[in-house]
């Protein structure tokens, strides 16, 4: 059984950071592309950013500069490091594999960014 497990959201104040990580089991990295996606209340989820298993990384231009997206492979975990975060940055991210034929999701880790 594949789980994905999110941990290192909380509250903040804006301009702080936070590290999250998602660490999986049942499951091997190897090829899959990986992600973040969040979901503030009231609106649909979006991608963050996301990492190839060849290391190319993509993020959301509202974020780009900011977040960094890492993988380890041999740990199994996804990491997003998030810098300078904004109130707008407030939900709930997710983790989110990516292989041939499916894919999988984390159950989320709240992120709250106070002013």
């Known amino acids: 059984q594949v789980q994905l497990v999110e941990s290192g959201g909380g509250l903040v104040q804006a301009g702080g950071s936070l590290r999250l990580s998602c660490a999986a089991s049942?499951?091997?990295?190897?090829?899959?592309?990986l992600g973040w996606y969040r979901q503030a209340p009231g609106k649909q989820r979006e991608l963050v950013a996301t990492?190839?298993?060849?290391?190319?990384?993509n993020y959301a231009v509202s974020v780009n500069g900011r977040f960094t997206i890492s993988r380890d492979n041999a740990k199994n975990t996804l990491n997003l490091q998030m810098n300078s975060l904004r109130p707008e940055d407030t939900g709930v991210y997710y983790c989110?594999?990516?292989?041939?034929?499916?894919?999988?999701w984390g159950q989320g880790t709240q992120v709250t960014v106070s002013t």
């Open positions: 989110h594999v990516a292989r041939v034929g499916t894919y999988y």
């Open positions: 049942g499951i091997i990295f190897g090829i899959d592309t």
């Open positions: 990492i190839t298993s060849g290391g190319n990384t």
